[in-house]
């Protein structure tokens, strides 16, 4: 029976495979995805415990809440005065870079930042094109700090075989709008990752982007995470990782 149904599912493949789909239902695949990751963010929302900061569903955005996530996530993980190490990738001007550098002062602490500081390396939805939301590479006086220009599949390698082995607790931002940069930053960082360490996440909603490159780099290291805050109805989230079986 069950060669059978082999035998007959390799058929209806080949058959489907045959006839090129593509070819007249290919502009349905893009908007198939959106709804597919509308659903999977919806149910992961769905599941989400309520953090002690959360204000889904207000309807209203604004970047005020941003900093009071992150001070949320500061005063409810006790690192006010703890070495930490932050990695931001998609530093534009750097506003959230600094605000970290400035609410977290030990000497102990390192801040990376990596950006191509071009605009953006391929188009990003409807509203912004390749190219978009470019910044010259701000002014850094801390010697904790330090920015990496260039795309991240150039700069990140490098960064992750010098890292050295830290019980510091890392903060990675992710705040690169794409999703095929946001995986790329992610599975890069998998190695150095443990449990303790914090994702925030600067546009999780958007489902085919960020919200989509955490669905496939979360099931696909079996990492398992817990809901420390969510504002702006879940456009900026932060993440404690919980679990990263083999890592």
Same mark, same amino acid.
């Given at each position: 029976?069950?060669? %059978?149904?082999?035998?007959? *599912?390799?058929?209806?493949?080949?058959?489907?495979?045959?006839?090129?789909?593509?070819?007249?239902?290919?502009? +349905?695949?893009?908007?198939?995805?959106?709804?597919? *990751? +509308?659903?999977?963010?919806?149910?992961?929302?769905?599941?989400?415990?309520?953090?002690?900061?959360?204000?889904?569903?207000?309807? #209203?955005?604004?970047?005020?809440?941003?900093? /009071?996530?992150? $001070?949320?996530?500061?005063? &409810?993980?006790?690192? /006010? =005065? /703890?070495?930490?190490?932050?990695?931001?990738?998609?530093?534009?001007?750097?506003?959230? !870079?600094?605000?970290? %550098?400035? #609410? *977290?002062?030990?000497?102990?602490? +390192?801040?990376?930042?990596?950006?191509?500081?071009?605009?953006?390396?391929? =188009?990003?939805?409807?509203?912004?094109?390749?190219?978009?939301?470019?910044?010259?590479?701000?002014?850094?006086?801390?010697?904790?700090?330090?920015?990496?220009?260039?795309?991240? /599949?150039?700069?990140?390698?490098?960064?992750?075989?010098?890292?050295?082995?830290?019980?510091?607790?890392?903060?990675?931002?992710?705040?690169?709008?794409?999703?095929? &940069?946001?995986?790329?930053?992610?599975?890069? %960082?998998?190695?150095?990752?443990?449990?303790? =360490?914090?994702?925030?996440? =600067?546009?999780?909603?958007?489902? *085919?982007?960020? !919200?989509?490159?955490?669905?496939?780099?979360?099931?696909?290291?079996?990492?398992?995470?817990?809901?420390?805050?969510?504002?702006?109805?879940?456009? $900026?989230?932060?993440?404690?990782?919980?679990?990263?079986?083999?890592?």
């Amino acid at each position: 029976m069950r060669s %059978m149904y082999f035998r007959f *599912n390799a058929w209806i493949k080949g058959l489907v495979l045959l006839i090129r789909p593509h070819l007249y239902l290919g502009f +349905t695949e893009r908007l198939n995805l959106f709804f597919s *990751n +509308t659903i999977g963010l919806s149910r992961w929302i769905y599941h989400q415990e309520k953090a002690g900061l959360n204000d889904f569903y207000s309807g #209203h955005r604004s970047g005020d809440k941003r900093e /009071q996530l992150y $001070q949320h996530v500061i005063n &409810s993980q006790s690192i /006010q =005065d /703890q070495p930490v190490d932050y990695v931001e990738f998609g530093v534009f001007g750097g506003q959230s !870079f600094f605000w970290w %550098m400035e #609410h *977290n002062r030990h000497s102990g602490s +390192t801040f990376h930042g990596f950006d191509t500081f071009e605009g953006l390396p391929e =188009d990003w939805g409807l509203g912004f094109k390749k190219g978009d939301m470019a910044s010259g590479v701000p002014a850094l006086n801390d010697p904790r700090g330090k920015f990496y220009k260039g795309l991240f /599949q150039d700069t990140v390698p490098g960064f992750i075989k010098q890292f050295p082995i830290s019980a510091n607790k890392k903060i990675i931002h992710l705040d690169a709008d794409l999703f095929s &940069s946001t995986l790329y930053a992610l599975t890069s %960082m998998a190695p150095i990752i443990k449990p303790g =360490d914090i994702l925030l996440f =600067d546009e999780f909603n958007v489902p *085919n982007h960020e !919200f989509f490159a955490f669905k496939v780099f979360s099931e696909s290291y079996y990492i398992k995470t817990k809901l420390i805050g969510a504002v702006n109805d879940y456009y $900026q989230v932060a993440l404690l990782i919980t679990d990263c079986p083999g890592l």
